[in-house]
């Protein structure tokens, strides 16, 4: 059972260490896009080309039998497209966060953070809205948490007035659950938790985990390789932390998509 | 003599809007790489092939006389080699931008900020010491600078608190001149006088029209073309601002160059 995932860059990594850890048997093939990273401030259109792209790579070298689309972005714009391409399950980050956040919020009003595309997108809010039209969903983008995060500024003084700054407003509408709708916020949990303790935090990537465990792992040791698309100074400074050992690769995408 | 200018997104556009406004009658063509901005916390490597793929587009559809380059961290890496291959004029910003600087410091220490890429490839440094060995250079990357200018951050308290920090340490030095190294930072020049009033600050893209100036303009009225590879919300917020009634263009950048 070959697990592909991807994502815009490194954001992801914090999926693909879950899985590993949770899937030690099964061959995991990871595709970080850095060399046209970030997504978050893109056009649909061209979020959707780059996910194809990068799914078409995964699916055509690899023959992987379940794709993980590791980036909040691309699921928001691109996972129903994908499903339609491709043959094989395709899992998303956005409907286990959902379905999370379901699960614990108690009086039913939910915020969801994230990238311009992806709130503009509204995948959460329609997807909370499907399964469960009673609840109140407030949406705020967090441009700068992204930035934040990379430059390692997880408790720095900008970092707690931006909290307050982009948070205050969806927190005086009551919500007591608040989703992390992109792979960087998880980083930034604890300086929210410092600031609002009583909100529940909804990190997608530890439900994708459960999700995938009901798969059967046939192997004994499961091959790992990640791939970018530009050895970036960024990736370099995370894979040291993140991937123990494993050879990072680059390619190059090709432009053709197969799927 | 029609003029390229191409940058990684949306900065450029203040050297489009130099360029235009100082000569009127000269055909320029503008190309923002949008799809893949920013370059400047990507490698070498795919800093000079995404360059060489920008050049070509203008080179060969536009048969341009002169080439500017609006990226620093474009003209950083790949201005010579974009001299290699090309048969006609390039400016970067950074050649302009330096000769400004040793114009206006009196004690000979001058400080450069950019994005990591920028800061990493010492183009300032060399070039200034080539030019005059005997003056003080002091680098300092300042990457959070971008995203704050983009979410038009540019006199809020974290800005203030991102200047002193990333400035105290240069300015301790004794520097009397800044360089902009960062088509994004001009924004915020006026954030930083607050701070430091006493800093000659250099914006190379003011020095880059007088550059041009020296060329003599062929037509009545020139061409105005604008370029991008991905029409995002970030280009489309800024070119009402500044491009007023050029219609702005999407294109698919090929990957083979013919330069």
Redesign the interface.
Known sequence: MPIGIFDSGVGGLTVYSSIDRALPNSDIYYLGD???VPYG???K??IVRYSLECASFLFENFKIDILVVACNTASSHAVDILKNYLSIPVIGVVEPGVEQALKVTKNGKIGVIGT?ATI?SKSYKKNLLEKNKDVEVYQKPC??F???V??G?LEH??TF??IEEYLQEIVDKGIDTLILGCTHYPLLKESIKRVYPHLEIVDSSEVIVEKLKELNPLKEKGIRRVFV??????FIKLENLILSGVKVEKI?LS?VCKI
Do not use: F, G, Q, W
Request: hydrophobic content about 30%; aromatic content about 4%; overall charge negative.
């Open positions: 850095t060399a046209r401030n893109k056009s259109e061209t311009y503009r441009p700068l992204v930035p934040l990379e430059e500024l003084p900008v007035i931006m698309t530009d050895h970036s100074p960024a190059e432009e």
